[in-house]
């Protein structure tokens, strides 16, 4: 079973079935569901998530992407700060970053005051953070290989004069 192939259908649709998916692979149902069940054994495969069009989900939704400067902890990097960040239920995501920035943290909130509140009172303020830059997202234009709001965008060629 070619394991990069199911988890690139997952990833587009992880709604299809294994009968689904089985045709869509050439293997049989059963091949299908013992890799899955062996993938989500082995952690390869953590969780499933619906990609939501917060826009039309919630007029009042923010979703902030927060890089932090940082100073590591000798011995431990940034993995005990980076702990302490996921661990707030207001963080989506927390990512280790190469670059001027350290992490890189996604927050969904429902307004810009309380996302810029959690950033200045709780992130900001925790010991080995130098700075914060804040950015809220203002449109998804794609996200996880899912288009948002596709009949604003023409198939056409453009055609230069």
């Known amino acids: 079973m070619n394991t990069t192939k199911l988890l690139d259908v997952l990833r587009q649709n992880a709604r299809l079935s294994n009968a ?7 293997e049989t ?14 952690g390869i495969i953590m969780g499933y998530s619906a990609i939501i069009d917060e826009e039309k989900a919630d007029d009042n939704a ?5 890089e932090l400067k940082m100073t590591p902890i000798k011995d431990r990097g940034f993995d005990d700060l980076a702990h302490t960040i996921m661990s707030y239920e207001e963080i989506d995501s927390v990512f280790l970053l190469s670059g001027p920035y350290d992490l890189m943290v ?3 909130g429902t307004s810009l005051r309380n996302v810029a509140l959690f950033v200045s009172e709780r992130l900001a303020v925790l010991d080995g953070v130098i700075s914060t830059t804040t950015h809220f997202i203002l449109r998804r234009y794609k996200e996880k290989h899912h288009v948002f709001n596709e009949e604003l965008f023409d198939d056409r060629d453009m055609i230069s004069p």
Do not use: F, N, P
């Open 62 to 66: 923010v979703t902030a992407m927060i």
């Open 106 to 108: 996604t927050i969904s």
């Open 29 to 42: 149902e059963q091949t299908v569901a013992d890799e899955i069940t062996r993938l989500e054994r082995e």
């Open 20 to 26: 689904e998916i089985a045709v869509m692979l050439g």
